[in-house]
Structure formats: C-alpha cells, structure tokens
C-alpha cells in the first residue's frame, strides 16, 4: 500500500511538472507570434485549425475567427 502511494504522489508530480512546462512553451509560441504582427485565424471548436485568411473550418464549416 506504501509503495502504492509514492508510485501515485511521483506520477502526480510528474503531471504537474509536464503540465507547467507545455504552459510556458505555449506562451513562448504566442509571444513569437504576436511579435510579427501576423494576423491568425483559428477555428473556435478546433483550436489546431490555423489559417493566415479568414474562411471556413474544413472540419466543422464555423467561420474562422481572429486568434487572440
């Protein structure tokens, strides 16, 4: 049962560890983004949708709105 619980409290750590370095590459993404300038249009219910114009999501057919 002890071995249990350590090998559940390192998983936990791990999860949280994993979870706060996809954050910041996440931000570093969009701050080397934001400095050009570039305007991006993504799908509101498929964020990995990206386009540089405006149209239609090729999965769902939402229009594609600015990314913020």
Known sequence: MKKLFI???AFF???C???SCSE???TQTN???SDTA???YTCPM???VISDKPGKCPKCGM???IKK
């Open 7 to 9: 090998l559940l409290s």
């Open 17 to 19: 560890f994993m979870m």
């Open 31 to 33: 701050t080397n983004t």
């Open 24 to 26: 910041t590459t996440s």
């Open 38 to 40: 570039k305007v991006v």
């Open 46 to 48: 498929h964020p990995e």
């Open 63 to 65: 229009d594609l709105v």
């Open 13 to 15: 750590v791990l999860a």
